[in-house]
């Protein structure tokens, strides 16, 4: 059973860090493009940042120098590291695994079969 577990979520003030982890079980994400998603109420879905199998970064403009992405293969996590966090920044985050391996591609375009159930982050100003 594949599982994806985020945690690291809740609330800050503008300015403030938050690092949120998601813990991977079921599918190895070495071999897999994986990524950060958020939604806030009302609004779609956004790729946040993706990681590829050789570690190539991908960031979405709204978040380009204050966010970090990052992986542990061993350890099968996944992590975004966000700083200067601004009110705009609140919403659910989700991680996320391509279902196909190898793929040497990664962006948030991709096809992401398996999804974790979202950290809430609410950042105050």
């Known amino acids: 059973q594949v599982q994806l577990v985020e945690s690291g979520g809740g609330s800050v003030q503008a300015g403030g860090s938050l690092s949120l982890s998601c813990a991977v079980s079921?599918?190895?994400?070495?071999?897999?493009?994986m990524a950060w998603f958020r939604q806030a109420p009302g609004k779609e879905r956004e790729g946040v940042a993706t990681i590829s199998i050789n570690g190539g970064t991908t960031y979405a403009d709204s978040v380009k120098g204050r966010f970090t992405i990052s992986k542990d293969n061993a350890k099968k996590t996944l992590y975004l590291q966000m700083t200067s966090l601004k009110p705009e920044d609140t919403a659910m985050y989700l991680c996320?695994?391509?279902?196909?391996?190898?793929?040497?591609?990664?962006?948030?375009?991709?096809?992401?079969?398996?999804w974790g159930q979202g950290t809430q982050v609410t950042v105050s100003s």
């Open positions: 079921g599918v190895t994400i070495s071999s897999r493009c």
């Open positions: 996320a695994a391509v279902g196909a391996q190898w793929r040497t591609v990664c962006d948030s375009g991709q096809l992401f079969t398996y």
